[in-house]
């Protein structure tokens, strides 16, 4: 278990100090098992739901933790920056200015790879 984790009713606080948002996705997690994965909750419209082997005795098991799941951000890939500018410095006897260059081009290639899957979805 990790710093980040709650117990039940840490978790509980948690949502009712409304530090956890609506829609945050939940894993349930058992100690005694391992530190199996048990279950994945949602909140959701002031509710705690759940689908499959969620059971409320989760809450207040002491073995039992539950671990916020971090969603990916999307990232805007036709807004990603090329590097104008960086100051002349080597890592490693490595030139940066030349890793600039092949940065640039990946940064390049990416977008355009990203408008040809956008214009085959549509």
Known sequence: MNK????GYELIKEITDGKIKDGTKIEV??????????????????KIMWKDNFDTSYL????C????????QDIDIQNI?????IESY???NTDVKLNRQIIN????AVKKLDKDINYIDN
């Open 4 to 7: 980040e984790d709650y117990k």
């Open 29 to 46: 997690h058992d100690l005694v098992v391992l530190d199996k994965l048990v279950a994945i909750i949602e909140y959701k419209n002031k």
């Open 60 to 63: 207040l098991n002491p073995n």
């Open 65 to 72: 933790y539950f671990k916020i799941i971090q969603e990916q």
């Open 81 to 85: 920056q090329e590097l104008l500018e």
């Open 90 to 92: 080597e890592v490693d």
């Open 105 to 108: 081009k990946l940064v390049q």
